[in-house]
């Protein structure tokens, strides 16, 4: 999963895989970023396949790891005011980039934004730090309520964003606040998790605003308790979720149903379109083939998403953020 990102972020890149069109945006921004203290450390035309799980897709036309909060808001006070398309990254598990990258600044939260610390019944995590290793290190310090992350291969940040959850719980259950960064304004501020509309799946999180640090309120609980917990959902994840290059679950489930029982009965599990084929374990994965394109993979969701309409009359909705793709390749 991912700290902030669009489903669509930008304009949009060529279909053919040529390089992007810088625009004047972009240039500006590169502009100040060169002037700024942060100009060692800017890369271009990075790779994103191999930061994102499925690991395809192109370059980032502007890059910057992140390494802690001064860094981030030195990047802030950059973008502040800028038009160009940001695209941050956590751990690249929800996220599917074009074949011909991304077209803006994207940022990577790593070092002491990838942290985290516990004190009493209270979590501090940094937006990069990653779910998994989290979980373990709460059970470890004998509380409980975070179990359910140990088997979500993403950050914190993306966590909060999409309110990421899984067997009976979610973020929402137990996040207090979280502190902002608003790439827009060049400005942070610190909101309550009521205030930031946690659904199933969604937040009212702009793409432009940071999750830098969560602050998380568990309960006591009981290590040997917790580390079974830990064990029981690591194999029930083994046993009923595919391996290799996948992003997790493709499409939210609509209410009252879920979205890889209807793709089933569409008839689409196995289903391959060139490098992609959607999973014969769980049908609301789609696994990428070693080299594969990303462009197979948004042909095959749209693909699902059409024989899912045409046979049981529902409309999937993807949980996947798509980068870099002309609107409306899978909506």
Not at 116 to 123: D, I
Not at 217 to 243: F, K, T, Y
Not at 261 to 277: C, P, V, Y
């Amino acid at each position: 999963m991912t700290a902030a990102v669009p489903r669509s972020s930008g304009p949009p890149s060529p279909a053919n895989g040529a390089p992007p069109v810088v625009t004047a945006a972009v240039a500006a921004l590169e502009e100040r970023l060169a002037r700024s203290p942060l100009a060692p450390a800017v890369r271009r035309r990075h790779p994103l396949g191999p930061r994102t799980t499925y690991r395809v897709g192109g370059p980032a036309l502007l890059f910057v790891p992140v390494r802690n909060r001064a860094a981030l808001d030195l990047i802030a006070s950059c973008t502040a005011g800028s038009e160009a398309p940001v695209l941050v990254l956590g751990r690249g598990s929800n996220l599917l980039v074009a074949d011909a990258g991304f077209n803006g600044l994207a940022l990577a939260l790593e070092g002491d934004l990838a942290g985290f610390g516990v004190s009493g019944t209270a979590v501090r995590a940094g937006g990069g730090a990653p779910l998994p290793k989290l979980a373990r290190r709460t059970v470890a310090e004998g509380l409980t309520g975070f179990e359910w992350a140990v088997g979500v291969p993403g950050s914190v940040g993306g966590a909060v964003r999409m309110n990421a959850g899984g067997h009976g719980s979610d973020m929402a259950a137990v996040l207090d606040e979280a502190e902002i960064v608003d790439l827009r304004l060049g400005s942070a501020f610190t909101a309550a998790a009521a205030d930031l509309g946690l659904g199933y799946r969604t937040s009212n999180l702009a793409p432009h605003q940071v999750v830098a640090e969560a602050r998380l309120r568990l309960a006591p609980g009981d290590a040997e308790a917790g580390r079974a917990a830990l064990a029981e959902i690591v194999a029930w994840r083994r046993a009923n979720q595919p391996g290799g290059h996948n992003s997790g679950s493709v499409f939210t489930n609509p209410d009252g149903d879920s979205a890889g029982r209807l793709i089933d009965a569409a008839g689409a599990r196995g289903l391959r379109m060139g490098t992609a084929r959607v999973s014969p374990k769980h049908a609301n994965f789609i696994q990428s083939d070693e080299g594969g394109s990303a462009a197979d993979v948004v042909a095959l969701m749209a693909e699902v998403q059409r024989r899912v309409a045409e046979s049981c009359g529902v409309d999937l909705v993807p949980e996947t953020c798509l980068v870099g793709f002309d609107p409306g390749a899978a909506s």
